[in-house]
């Protein structure tokens, strides 16, 4: 008997390795992707592997499984594997391989997008910069050293893709790969050789066989057999160029990307799910979100101009690899109402029917019977009540209500039923190493960058130089350096006036040091034009400017040649008399990178560094240092950089990206609650205005060992780092849900193969999200017409009495609860009126 079972056992495992194996046949129709001859709905999620770690990836994978994703979508980071030309790295985060074979061991699918060219706000677009030296080379057209080299790198990537065996072709996880990325939303920039390049790229892709489809993104003319998908904010609009190809929306951007100085962007999860429900209802079949984890931008990796370190993008699962709620739950929820409707929704095209002005029915009916229906309403304004196959239903403006079974309502996009969880950072101040014997405020030590030329490899050139040309993307700093002589009657020493010192520089930031001292400073996007007051002496004078570059441009046509730096014109000019002298094309000194970057002091190991106090604060260019323990606990971390200035931070030599806490969001355009309803755009939701764009800065855990790690932060432009402090991430102490007697019933209680609703009423689900916790009391619960936001409950004129203990009685020492919203259960407060239960609960 026992020995039956192992041999049972035995060759179910063996059954499982040879099916995980088997190479699927991947292909398509006018309706979807074919897998193994079967239709699929498949929903997706970028997670780009070097914007987390790899000690994240199987719990951001896991995330997105159980947040009911099929696929996830990652570009290739070229300038990531070849930093420099033909030395690759497929280590660590950048472990492709790894992270393929992750996604594949959790049962998911991969869609690989392997451009080389990504976009996606990294560094020149992905680009290695050593490309740009390469003679007589012009990206994206049709340009015989581009395309070598593009064919190049693609080829590599198939290859170890074949190699490891990871195409679904051979029994691994990739079923779609990318060619390019948006060239058609750039190609007329690049006239006949743009067309000729597009279709080259194509059949370049193609003969590498793959074995399984390739996509173009935003590429309207692909050529057959590649796949032309729509990326945007909404994609149901969208037809494929060919009736053989399936309705594919590569980027359903589910928030937008940050900028230094900008407010912070969100996108209202009503919105997202409406955009995500009238894909499918309009005949989609493929659909990601971008992002579904965004992560960070670790070292220099961000693009430009001025992309934040943060590339959170108010996605499902948040920067530090936390769900974000209600977001992630609604979503969960959405996409179990679609793949109820997949058998239906994959046999047949809709029959569309209008039940009133912007009111859309859309039904799928098989022969066999199933039937899944979609009733839309895209109107702005205002809620309907419309009458579908003899039934009323309530449809929220700007919302979609998905009828698995054409009869009762699985899932409304407008109508939430998952809980918004509460996120706090926990302070903790830097706790100096145990083992240290320094006292505390004296634990920094620190080591000045000198001002100017301090490099043996300084040369001289006439004129200004562009600042990629020079510095090739080495390091951020590039010193343009002047002596002028002023003899003593010259119009710049007059009495009571002052010279001006103009500068204009194409970005992104730029110090001006006058005789050692940092007297003014400027940064912009594209354009930076100073006039800084400054003292002269009569004799040499030294002119020191720092140009600093914020992340390399990545979008747009061209954008490879954009540029940065001090492009001029320089000049001193008389506050006075007005004359003014062109500083433009004297023969200046120029130092790529500071030398602190040259003797690597961003690993902390240095003879050098000072530990005399007092310690120099609010002064330019200061490397500073500290050793610290881990931060309790296990939840992520953060570094608080409020007190500094701006620079560059690493944790034990790991640089964990640019800080700039006084990069100030502008004033302009924020509102607290965004109305959902209507088409979104990304400056359509924003918060954090007048505050710093970014304070907060994350430090992933496994970089962290628990005591005796080194902080080293290169401070550029003067600041305090006595005031950082860590930050841990904690969520879910606190849960709020708010739903409604016109809510449909959890879809969790849909039973997926009869679809026959067991239960009716709408009902209030709460679960702790932490395992260990339980809910512990229940701060506010009211049925009836409640008032307010998470944090701000309160009564409105109808409240069942019965409220807070009904709520307490179902949930008050469990980890969840379901609680029935219907006067069966809490009495009828005011008839005639749709009542919602709203409860805020603590966890712990
Ligand atoms: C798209 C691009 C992505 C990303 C996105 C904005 O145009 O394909 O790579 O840049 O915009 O986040």
Known sequence: ???????????????????????????????????????????????????????MWPDLIQKSKDGGLDVIETYVFWNGHEPEKNKYNFEGRYDLVKFVKLVSKAGLYVHLRIGPYACAEWDYGGFPVWLHFIPGIKFR??????????????????????????????????????????????????????????????????????????????????????????????????????????????????????GFGDPTPYRPVEDLAFAVAIFYQRSGTFQNYYMYHGGTNFERTSGGPL?????????????????????????????????????????????????????????????????????????????????????????????????????????????????????????????????????????????????????????????????????????????????????????????????????????????????????????????????????????????????????????????????????????????????????????????????????????????????????????????YKTTFDAPSGSDPVAIDFTGTGKGIAWVNGQSIGRYWPTSIARNDGCTDSCNYRGSYSANKCLKNCGNPSQTLYHVPRSWIKPSGNTLVLLEEMGGDPTKISFATKQTGSSLCLTVSQSHPAPVELWTSDSKILNKTSPVLLLKCPVSTHVITSIEFASFGTPKGTCGSFSHGRCNSPRSLSVVRKACVGSRSCKVEVSTRVFGDPCRDLVKSLAVEASCS
Request: glycine fraction near 8%; proline fraction near 4%; charge should be negative.
């Open 307 to 623: 992309i934040s370190t943060s590339y959170d993008y108010d996605a499902p699962i948040d920067e530090y690899g936390l769900v974000r709620q209600p977001k992630w739950g609604h979503l969960r929820d959405l996409h179990k109402a679609i793949k109820l409707c997949e058998d239906a929704l994959l046999a047949t095209d809709p029959t569309v029917t209008s039940l009133g002005s912007n009111l859309v029915a859309s039904v799928y009916k098989t022969s066999s019977g199933s039937c899944a229906a979609f009733l839309a309403n895209i109107g702005t304004e205002s809620d309907a009540n419309v009458t579908f196959s003899g039934n009323s239903y309530h449809l929220p403006a700007w919302s979609i209500s998905i009828l698995p079974d054409c009869k009762n309502v699985a899932f409304n996009t407008a109508k939430i039923n998952a809980a918004t969880e509460s996120t706090t950072f926990a302070r903790q101040a830097i706790k100096p190493n145990a083992d240290s014997s320094e006292e505390l405020g004296s634990q920094w030590s620190y080591i000045k960058e000198p001002i100017g030329i301090s490099k043996a490899d300084a040369f001289l050139k006439p004129g200004l130089l562009e600042q990629i040309n020079t510095t090739a993307d080495k390091s951020d700093y590039l010193w343009y350096s002047l002596r002028v002589d002023i003899k003593g009657d010259e119009t710049f020493l007059d009495e009571g006036s002052k010279a001006v010192l103009h500068i204009q520089s194409i970005g992104q930031v730029v110090y001006a040091f006058i005789n050692g001292k940092l007297t003014g400073s400027g940064n912009g996007k594209q354009k930076i034009s100073l006039d800084i007051p400054i003292n002269l002496v009569t004799g040499k004078n030294t002119i020191d400017l720092l140009s600093v570059t914020v992340g390399l441009a990545n979008y747009g046509a061209f954008f490879d040649l954009v540029g940065a730096g001090i492009t001029g014109p320089v000049s001193l000019k008389s506050a006075k008399s007005g004359s003014s002298i062109d500083l433009s094309s004297q023969q200046w000194t120029y130092q790529v990178g500071l030398k602190g970057e040259d003797t690597d002091l961003g690993s902390g190991d240095s003879s050098e560094w000072v530990s005399k106090s007092p310690l120099p604060t609010m002064q330019p260019l200061i490397w």
């Open 141 to 258: 057209t049709d340009n015989e050293p581009f395309k070598a080299e593009m064919q190049r790198f693609t080829a590599k990537i198939v290859d170890l893709m074949k190699q490891e065996k990871l195409y679904a072709s051979q029994g691994g996880p990739i079923i779609l790969s990318q060619i390019e990325n948006e060239y058609g939303n750039v190609d007329s920039s690049y006239g006949a050789a743009g067309k000729s390049y597009m279709k080259w790229s194509a059949s370049m892709a193609l003969s590498l066989d793959t074995g399984v489809p390739w996509n173009m993104c935003q590429q309207g003319d692909a050529p057959d057999p590649i796949i032309n998908t729509c990326n945007g904010f909404y994609c149901d609009q969208f037809t494929p160029n060919s009736n053989n190809k399936p309705k594919m929306w590569t980027e359903n951007w589910s928030g937008w990307f940050l």
């Open 1 to 55: 008997m026992v020995r039956g079972r192992k041999i049972e056992i035995v060759s179910f495992l063996l059954l499982q390795i040879v099916v995980a194996a088997t190479a699927a046949n991947v292909t398509y129709d006018h309706r979807a992707l074919v897998i193994d001859g079967k239709r699929k709905i498949l929903i997706s999620g970028s997670i780009h592997y070097p914007r987390s770690t790899p000690e």
